[in-house]
């Protein structure tokens, strides 16, 4: 399974995105979908994660109520909306599928898209 994340960008605090992942190659709904995030000079972290279902969300503390995740199955595609974000929200996105999404280990990585979130 290949996967292109895509919708990042550069806003101001308080802004919104909507961050997308496509699948090809592979039947995307299969899998658990994890976001991870890496801002610069620290280590990539678990930022929310979806079932295969799309039945449970799981998110961190720190994005929790301000980020949705989401997942159209059919266009094999999962989404992360991002509201109310914050410069400490910066850093490079990176959807993942087949995840353990605790662990933050994932079978299939997408390329990464950039954040940035000025005050």
């Known amino acids: 399974v290949q996967l292109q994340a895509s919708g990042g960008g550069v806003l101001q605090s308080g802004g919104s995105l909507r961050l997308s992942c496509a699948a090809s190659g592979g039947t995307l709904s299969k899998y658990a979908v994890g976001w991870f995030r890496q801002a610069p000079g620290k280590e990539r972290e678990f930022a929310a994660g979806i079932s295969w279902s799309g039945g449970s969300t799981y998110y961190a503390d720190s994005v929790k109520g301000r980020f949705t995740a989401s997942r159209d199955n059919a266009k094999n595609t999962a989404y992360l909306q991002m509201d109310s974000l914050k410069p400490e929200d910066t850093g490079v996105y990176y959807c993942?599928?087949?995840?353990?999404?605790?662990?933050?280990?994932?079978?299939?990585w997408g390329q990464g898209t950039q954040v940035t979130v000025s005050t």
């Open positions: 993942g599928a087949d995840c353990e999404l605790l662990e933050g280990t994932c079978a299939y």
